[in-house]
Every structure is written in C-alpha cells, then in structure tokens.
C-alpha cells in the first residue's frame, strides 16, 4: 500500500501552510494518517544550520523529499508545505517519493509578490525590499514556477477553506 505526497510550494506568504493543515485535517477526520512536514519547522529540527544558498536550499528540500517519500512509503499521506523555489530540487523530490512507490501531487499556491507582502506579519517583505534580507525569495532570490503542477490553486480573494476544497477535490479524484 503506497501513500500520498501532497507538496504545497509558493512564495513566503502564500498561504501554504494554513491550507495543508485544512487538508490534514480532513484527511484525518476520514480516518487517513497524515504526517505534516512544513518548511519552517524541519529547518529548525531537520536543518538547522543551513542558510539560504542555493545549495543550502537544495539540501533542505532534498532532504524534506527524502524524509516524505519514507513515510509516504507506508502507506501515509504526508503534506508538505515548503517554498522549494526551485524546479530541479522539486523534480528530484518527486522522483525520491515516485521511487518510493508512493504518489507525488504538487499544489501551487500561486499567490502574487504584492498580495503576499500584504499578507506578511512577520515584516519579513518590507526587510527584503529594503534590501536588509538577502536572498530572499520572490525579491532577491528566484522563485520558479511550476511548469505543470497537478493542482494550481489561485488564493487571492479566496478563502484558505474554498482552496482546502479544491485538494480534496482533486484528490477525491486521483487514481490510487
């Protein structure tokens, strides 16, 4: 029995998180076991230490792909929510969890730069723009677009709930 990886990727203020955890938890009302992986808390316990290079970044995506498809392998479903800003680290994560024999579902939370600056309530934007963060993503850093995600899910103007609905859907759908 092969489990799920479901990966949020966007920009710092998206809404990444809010909506894995909406889907985690519906997913667990049904009675699935879900694991959550969120970026900031695995670069506190699984990555502390690493910068924001770009090799730094690879490493910890790397190594965020490496832990999922172990515990997708089992037959859980594990949400990511991590920026993983570029296509390359995301492609070999996908290929970490496919290899594992689970499925892979990449959710684009496609929220704009400006939307997410507004959205921002740690001030970790306006320190960007001031040019007091360096290599910060969507400012001094790129973000690279998924090409082809499974699921593109535009949050502006909608509720963290109605885009949680759109997994489920999506998921509802999905061979297993």
């Known amino acids: 029995m092969s489990g799920t990886v479901i990966w949020f990727t966007g920009l710092s203020g998206a809404g990444k998180s809010t909506i894995a955890e909406l889907v985690g938890r519906d997913l667990e009302a ?3 076991l879900v694991d959550y992986l969120d970026g ?4 506190d316990h699984l990555s502390r230490g690493l910068g924001f290079s770009k090799a730094d970044r690879d490493t910890n995506i790397e190594r965020i792909g490496w832990v999922a498809s172990r515990i997708a392998r089992t037959g859980a479903t594990v949400i990511v929510s991590a920026i993983s800003p570029y296509a390359a680290t995301r492609a070999s994560a996908r290929a970490m969890v496919e290899d594992a ?3 892979f579902v990449e959710v684009h939370v496609a929220t704009s730069l400006d939307e997410c600056a507004r959205r921002d309530v740690k001030g970790l934007y306006e320190k960007a723009f001031a ?3 360096k290599e910060f993503t969507g400012v001094s850093d790129p973000y690279e677009e998924p090409a082809s995600p499974e699921l593109r899910l535009e949050t502006e103007g909608r509720s963290p709930q109605a885009a949680a609905v759109d997994v489920l859907e999506y998921l509802s759908g999905v061979p297993a």
């Open 131 to 133: 040019g007091e963060l």
């Open 30 to 32: 049904r009675g699935d």
């Open 101 to 103: 024999g689970a499925r």
């Open 40 to 43: 900031d808390v695995v670069r």
